[in-house]
Nanobody
Framework: QAQLGESGGGLVQPGGSLRLSCVAS????????MDWYRQAPGKQRELVAS???????NYADSVKGRFVVSRDNVKNTVWLQMQSLRPEDTAVYYC???????????????WGQGTQVTVSS
């Protein structure tokens, strides 16, 4: 099995910064896309940012210019650096990844348990 573990959430004032981390562990042969999603109360889960194993990135329009996604392929780790945070960024943030557990297998999508980010004064 493989697992994703997130850390770094918390309470921050508007305009502040936070850095989320997510580590993929367990039986892993390869990790393709690593993504950050978020879900606010009463809203659907949305894709915030993604990064391929080649380093190609994609961002939701609402976070472009404020959030940066990066990864370390050796450590199977992805980060989300969040700046200029707004109250509307408040949500549970989930890490997700396309993981191949063994050579010759297809990828499976895994999810972390989520970490709360609250932006409030």
């Amino acid at each position: 099995q493989a697992q994703l573990g997130e850390s770094g959430g918390g309470l921050v004032q508007p305009g502040g910064s936070l850095r989320l981390s997510c580590v993929a562990s367990g039986t892993i042969s390869n990790v393709y896309d690593m993504d950050w999603y978020r879900q606010a109360p009463g809203k659907q889960r949305e894709l915030v940012a993604s990064i391929s194993d080649a380093g190609r990135t994609n961002y939701a329009d609402s976070v472009k210019g404020r959030f940066v996604v990066s990864r370390d392929n050796v450590k199977n780790t992805v980060w989300l650096q969040m700046q200029s945070l707004r109250p509307e960024d408040t949500a549970v943030y989930y890490c997700s990844a396309q993981i191949v557990r063994s050579v010759g297998w297809g990828w499976e999508r895994y999810w972390g348990q989520g970490t709360q980010v609250t932006v409030s004064s």
